[in-house]
């Protein structure tokens, strides 16, 4: 399910629905957010092979893919495979998680990068 501003990018490199995205070699271009440090942008609505188009959910509400255990109200970030993992203390934060679950569920995450 998506709810809030969804945006059209092209596929920096295959990308899988419900993964955080981050931008890729060009402006227009996304690819799966791997690290907790880098710029996340909003997560990937459906699947898209490289060159493909892919809409990314950049605030609102988005389904997430979880990479470990999360607890409601936990603030998220991306593992090394654009999962969404609790964030530490000087990580980047895509959004803030609205239900719980553990690896391999999809939840549901607010979108607040920062």
Do not use: C, P
């Not at 596929?11 to 995205?21: E, L, S």
């Not at 090394?80 to 998680?97: F, I, L, P, Q």
Request: charged share 20%.
């Amino acid at each position: 399910m998506v709810r809030g501003l969804v945006k059209n990018f092209v596929a920096g490199a295959a990308v899988t629905a419900n993964r955080i995205v981050k931008h890729g070699a060009a402006d227009d271009a996304v690819i799966h957010g791997a690290a907790a440090t880098d710029k996340l942008l909003g997560v990937a609505d459906a699947d898209a092979a490289s060159g493909a188009r892919v809409d990314v959910v950049l605030s609102g509400v988005a389904d997430v893919a979880y990479g470990g255990t999360v607890a409601r109200g936990d603030l998220l970030t991306a593992d090394a495979n654009g999962k969404a993992v609790v964030a530490s203390t000087g990580n980047r934060v895509v959004g803030v998680a609205l239900v719980a679950g553990v690896a391999g569920d999809i939840g549901e995450v607010l979108l607040a990068q920062h």
